[in-house]
């Protein structure tokens, strides 16, 4: 059975064309999914229609469809839309996804969905109001790998019980460089590692540590230090301890500041432990399970060619196309749990943003 999404990008942006080469290729692949790309939503014309060139948004492409460049207003009241992919900072997020709500969209927000925990329940309780979609774009949950190596180290057990994870986001993105305007340095625009980058060590430990989600989860407890910027008043260096209600624990770690390791997952088991690796931490698509004495027990990687936000948005399609109005694996009770810890980091630490 076919499956038609028509999607507009709100905002084009760095993350939007990544997520829009995955739509390209798949329709280039011409799978059961067709996700048709109607309109960018851009602030500057001659922008919107560079990044459809850019992007290769071509009608061969796009099944016969060539993108129209909108403002965001015209967007919003686009009849051939029915869902849209917010790709903008995290600051403008709960505005524009209500906007779509209130206009009949279905929304795919990129993480976080909101600055705060309330925000985001502002936006779901809107979604629920309207009987529409809406998922906060945690796309790392969403690759083939997470279903495997959960299934070889929690199902067949290949190495023995898992006791701790170390989970890492980071890199050098030399801070002091960058334009104060810039989202990685302006409060204004909720700048700091822990909501731009931490949110996926903290992922990491929901996904890897935890076999539930939302309501169900395993309890656990946290504590943090995030070092503050003198200048920039955000932090640019996160750690955060986890340790859930069965004695597992995460050491989970961010920043702008410096690069991370290599293997930016390791998780120790006591039989041996498993790497993950990536170009992009949250983009998990690479990993290998070693025994005790280091020797190789599996290696997974996905070759698909794909950045790897197919999917997530060919979950969104199953979604829409069998009416829910949020998704198993990243329902609104689990993007609140994850806010309302990020909630709780920053009351921990004195970290405050103005929609607080
Ligand atoms: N899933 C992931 O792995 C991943 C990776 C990176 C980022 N993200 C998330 O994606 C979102 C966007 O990140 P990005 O790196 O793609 O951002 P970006 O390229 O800096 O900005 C994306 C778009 O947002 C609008 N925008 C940017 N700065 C703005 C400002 N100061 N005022 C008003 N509009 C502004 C612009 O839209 P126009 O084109 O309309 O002008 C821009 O093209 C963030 O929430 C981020 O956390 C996710």
Redesign the pocket.
Known sequence: MTITLNWAI??????????VYDLVLNNQRQTEYRHVVQS?????QA??SE?IKANNITSENNYGVIPVVQS?QELYKNPNVNVVY????????KEQAIECLHNDKHVL????ITVNEKDAQEIFTVAKKYNKFCME????RFFPAIQIVKQEIYQTKVIGEVHRLFADLSYNGDVSSLPA???VR?R??AAGSL???G??PITYARILLDDKVGDEHTSFKHKSFLTIDKEDQVDHLCSILFQYKDGKQAVLTSSELVDGPKAYVRLECTGGWVEMYSD?P??ANHFKIFDKTGGLVLEYKDDSGYNG?IYEANAVADDINRGKIENDVMPHKETLLVMSVMDSIRKENGLTYDQD
């Open positions: 709100l905002g084009a942006g760095n993350i939007a064309a990544q997520f960018i939503g851009c602030s500057n922008r919107g990044f965001y917010i790709g903008t900072p995290h600051v403008f997020h927000c990129e993480k976080p774009a945690v796309w790392t305007s810039s989202r302006d204004k625009l909501l731009d980058i949110i996926y992009n949250a983009r936000f």
